[in-house]
């Protein structure tokens, strides 16, 4: 597995490039999946476990990995695919939200590098399957398609919250209230975070699945406001960006927007899974505002509170 640790090492330069890297993985069956190599820290054999007594059947017990204790998901069983035969099953030690979790599948194929251009939003009735287990779907060369996890609903799914545990401390903000934004992530687990948290600080906000279609938005409210002589603040206060997007990720919509003299001076938040200080120093050099770490509203808020609580302008007015 250490070639795999080697190739992830040497491929953290993309930010700005709309590329990605993705592990490609399967269950012993022939559908190809894949996962953000930003988000792997380790790939390994399976270690030992330790079994939970009445724990959820989808995960298989903790793995001790140089004295941090993780959860070991049987990644087959949580998207509803049936349980995982372990043997010879390969561990996926990955990073979310400031949290380790051990994914076991299978086994793993090869790291492979791509523009987001060719991540593709699934059609909607797959989308609704499952409650949107797929948020991204690309095809190969050889003609494989990959489906891409939403993993962040996957673990949401694992570790439910009920909304007064989620957004206690959230609500109506006289500094917030009436202003809109524009939110861009292709996870509806995370959409409905960002837009309850929204709702309940009196904000409004549009929706976006994907970097390019924020983007084209954007522009579209920086021509009206040249049409009525306005700026883009009498429009949008500030937008809300995921990473990993298909089509287009974060950090270059970050950049398509700090270029245009028309949106400079929009205040960007990113907010993402992928919690590794690299990223948010990658995020910072482009132009992000700010960052926030995903599933956690109250810093969201304070974000918004602090970058955007003084702004002028309400965003589109009705």
């Known amino acids: ?131 949107g287990a797929v948020t991204a779907i690309t095809k190969l060369e050889d003609g494989r398609m990959v489906l891409i996890l939403d993993v962040e609903k996957v673990l949401a799914e694992l570790h439910p919250r009920s909304e007064e545990e989620v957004f206690v401390g959230i609500e109506l903000h006289e500094e917030l209230a009436g202003k809109r934004v524009l939110v861009a992530d292709d996870s509806l687990v995370a959409r409905k975070q960002i837009t309850k948290t929204l709702e309940r600080l009196g904000m409004k906000y549009e929706e976006t699945q994907t970097g390019r279609e924020a983007l084209t938005r954007l522009r579209q409210y920086a021509e009206l406001s040249d049409k009525m002589e306005r700026t883009i603040f009498d429009f949008v206060v500030g937008v809300i960006t995921d990473i990993e997007m298909p089509e287009m990720d974060g950090f270059s919509l970050t950049k398509a927007i700090r270029e245009d003299p028309r949106l400079q001076g929009l205040p960007i938040l990113m907010h993402s899974s992928l919690s590794g200080q690299c990223n948010v120093d990658k995020g910072k050099a482009l132009g992000v505002t700010d960052y926030v770490t995903k599933f956690h509203p109250t810093d969201l808020r304070d974000k918004l509170v602090e970058h955007l609580g003084k702004s002028q302008g309400i965003g589109v007015r009705s």
């Open 1 to 131: 597995m250490a070639k795999w640790m080697a190739e992830i090492d040497q491929r953290t330069g993309l930010a700005g490039a709309n590329k990605m890297e993705l592990l490609m993985f399967h269950f012993g069956t022939n559908e190809t999946y894949g996962i953000n190599v930003f988000k792997i820290r380790e790939v390994m054999k399976l270690p030992p476990v330790v079994k939970i007594p009445d724990a959820d059947p989808r995960i298989l017990g903790l793995v001790n990995l140089r004295g941090e204790n993780i959860a070991l998901v049987d990644l087959k069983q949580a998207i509803g695919l049936g349980p995982l035969d372990p043997v010879g099953a390969k561990l996926i030690i990955a990073e979310y939200n400031d949290n380790k979790q051990g994914f076991l599948v299978a086994g793993v194929d090869r790291i492979i590098r791509m523009s987001w251009e060719r991540i593709q939003i699934p059609p909607p009735m797959v989308q609704s399957s499952r409650q």
